[in-house]
């Protein structure tokens, strides 16, 4: 059987920062408009004013200080609470694409990588901006990759799923060398006016080079050992737009489950045993005691959560190296969370030292790369 590596990993991150202070500034100033707006109704008992939300709250809640996003000044208008990005001609690279570019020529130069060694890209994320042609084709095109690419999407898990999908593919021989990305625009589909989760998200894009053992030239290698998904159908976390849009009589509406929608409590409450089981079971079937892992390079949605796992996995509380979080810099960046936290903590790690990559949500979805490092 072939060996698979992780050979190189790369992160772009967009410029623009948006702080919990100005994000809830701008809510406030939202919230205030529309209740004046709605003044004779509130009065009336016909409708509930919108409650002013808090940096305090965000920060206890979540653990999140600031989001990196492509677009600012549109999110923080309160006559607009969305981003504003361009609308690119169809001779242009798509924004996915751009991100894809910066994300991916970091991971190749890490691998040593040229793109005509490269021959299949996956493009794993929650959202891709057009249904067609796929994302991943654009990228492969635009960095002079041959072979083949495909988009794929599991929510949050998606670039965990990825990395099964090119491990199997390059156990297996169907490929050699591929590129798996995720830019991840979450703040396209983050409802900015709900105060309870107007703060969850933020852009990002990650890449990952996964290869062939025997081929590779990094000085650092880290060997795909295992690698399980799990998912279980949940209402929990939705979002209920789509191609069929238009078909529908309310269709046109801005409706609220046309962007992301969650119950946080339940899904915090659900999500957190499935993940701990399903790291504890797999690391036991691959003779790995889970206690005795390394690192935990887990999902970036909530710290209180990634603070359960971390204890429950581990059996004691995680050192800060043992668990890096990067969601205070970057607040939920979906797919891409577990891969920048690996990304900007792994140089440090062990040789022969094991650890985990996990990543979970909407789904539900659960993905595990269990990694070993070579050199
Ligand atoms: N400011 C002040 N008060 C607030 C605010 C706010 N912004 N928001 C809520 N409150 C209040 C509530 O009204 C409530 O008040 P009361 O007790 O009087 O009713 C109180 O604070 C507590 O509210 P919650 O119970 O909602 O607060 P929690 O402690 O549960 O924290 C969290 C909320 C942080 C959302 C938490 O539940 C959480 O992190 N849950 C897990 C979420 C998670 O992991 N989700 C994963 C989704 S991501 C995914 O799978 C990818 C989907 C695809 C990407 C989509 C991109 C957009």
Not at 261 to 280: H, T, Y
Not at 295 to 314: C, E, P, T, Y
Request: net charge negative; proline share 4%; hydrophobic share 40%.
């Amino acid at each position: 059987m072939r060996s698979v590596v992780i050979s190189g990993a790369g992160v772009f991150t967009p410029q623009e920062v948006i702080t919990n202070d100005e994000l809830v500034e701008a809510f406030n100033a939202y919230a205030d408009k529309q209740n004046a707006e709605h003044a004779e109704e509130i009065a009336g008992g016909h409708r509930d004013p919108i409650p002013h939300s808090s940096a305090e709250f965000i920060f206890n809640a979540s653990g999140i200080e600031r989001r990196h996003v492509m677009n600012k000044s549109g999110i923080l208008n309160p006559d607009m609470m969305h981003p504003q990005l361009r609308q690119r001609d169809d001779e242009e690279h798509g924004i996915m694409t751009e991100m894809a570019i910066e994300a991916a020529t970091e991971a190749l130069a890490r691998a040593g990588k040229a793109p005509s060694e490269v021959d299949a890209v996956i493009c794993a994320a929650s959202n891709h901006e057009r249904a067609y042609p796929a994302i991943a084709i654009e990228i492969q095109e635009a960095l002079g990759i041959q072979g083949f690419g495909f988009d794929m999407n599991v929510a949050c898990s998606s670039a965990t799923f990825g990395i099964q999908a090119a491990s199997d593919m390059i156990r297996s021989g169907s490929a050699n060398c591929i590129l798996m990305v995720n830019p991840e625009i979450c703040s396209g589909h983050l409802e900015w006016r709900d105060r309870d989760c107007h703060f969850i998200f933020g852009d990002v894009c990650t890449a990952v080079v996964l290869e062939e053992k025997e081929q590779a030239v990094s000085h650092t290698l880290f060997e795909v050992l295992s690698t399980r998904c799990l998912t279980q159908f949940s209402n929990n976390i939705r979002n209920n737009n789509g191609f069929l849009r238009r078909s529908r009589p309310s269709g046109t509406e801005d409706r609220r489950d046309m962007q992301f929608m969650q119950n946080g409590r339940k899904v915090f409450k659900e999500v957190l045993p499935i993940v701990s089981g399903l790291i504890r079971d797999h690391c036991e079937d691959e003779g790995i005691d889970p206690k005795s892992l390394d690192r935990l390079w887990l999902h970036q949605a909530n710290k209180s959560m990634n603070d359960f796992i971390g204890k429950k996995v581990l059996g004691r509380t995680p050192e800060p190296h043992e668990q890096p979080n990067i969601l205070q810099d970057y607040a939920n960046t979906s797919s891409a969370g577990s891969i920048i936290a690996f990304a900007k903590n792994h140089e440090d790690f062990p040789e022969n030292g094991i650890g985990i990559i996990c990543s979970f949500g909407a789904g539900y979805s659960v993905g595990n790369v269990i990694v070993k490092r070579l050199s």
